[in-house]
């Protein structure tokens, strides 16, 4: 049990679909992320909050639309995939220094179990 | 690519041996941290190294920074069939503040 949750643990969806995955850290951090792991191929940075606010947005479609309401829930939505977006989705969690925006210190990260997301 | 490129890809031991991965990156950063993941399941958070630090232990761990070489290696000492799992780097660079990257992983096969 790292702390940080995600629900569901699978999903099977259309592509026409619409549904959430969801993520909530119980840390206390300020700082939370998706990735997407394919297989063969490096995790992926999806996207990146800090302090509630996306500070990054690594060129992912707009089919994927993140959501932080506050510090400790993050959800990804999703909306018209494609069968190439079957993939596991993996949140994470830090506690970051600073003041929001660009952060540097470069703590360690805490992952949930992921969400196994398969595009029928 | 930004990201860490682990070294081997796939090794297979006996138990008891010792079991060396490495990691290469390619530009400057605060830290290097390494992560290991059950087939799958999340990743769990090994042991952390910063830019100027240079070994560190962690139990049955070991890892190495050399910066000059971009280059970071994880052994894993007197190995046992439950380290079976891959294992992955993942640098935090020096200007993108909290953004860590990952490799694609080396797939460790301990057996019994």
């Known amino acids: 049990e790292t702390g940080v949750t995600q629900t569901p643990r699978h999903l099977v969806m259309g592509m026409t679909n619409k549904k959430s995955l969801k993520c909530e850290q119980h840390l206390g951090h300020n700082a939370m992320y998706w990735y997407k792991q394919s297989a063969k191929k490096p995790l992926e940075l999806m996207f990146v909050y800090n302090f509630k606010e996306q500070t990054e947005n690594n060129s992912v479609p707009s089919r994927f639309s993140p959501e932080c309401p506050n510090s400790s829930h993050l959800f990804l939505h999703l909306h018209t995939l494609q069968p190439e977006d079957s993939a596991l989705y993996l949140c994470a969690s830090s506690q970051e220094r600073g003041t929001g925006g660009l952060l540097t210190s470069g703590n360690t990260i805490y992952f949930g179990e992921g969400s196994w997301l398969t595009v029928v | 690519s930004q990201q860490g490129e682990e070294d081997p890809q796939a090794l297979s031991i006996q138990e008891g041996e010792n079991a060396t991965m490495n990691c290469s990156y390619k530009?400057?950063?605060?830290?290097l941290q390494w992560y290991r993941q059950n087939s799958g399941r999340g990743l769990v958070h090994l042991i952390l190294i910063r830019s100027n630090e240079r070994e560190k232990h962690s139990g049955r761990l070991r890892v190495t920074l050399d910066t000059s070489k971009k280059s970071s290696s994880l052994l894993i000492t007197a190995s046992r069939a439950a380290d079976t799992a891959s294992y992955f780097c993942?640098?935090?660079?020096?200007?993108?503040?909290?953004?860590?990257?990952f490799g694609t992983g080396t797939s460790l096969t301990v057996i019994p």
């Open positions: 993942a640098t935090a660079l020096s200007n993108t503040g909290n953004q860590f990257y």
């Open positions: 530009t400057s950063i605060n830290n």
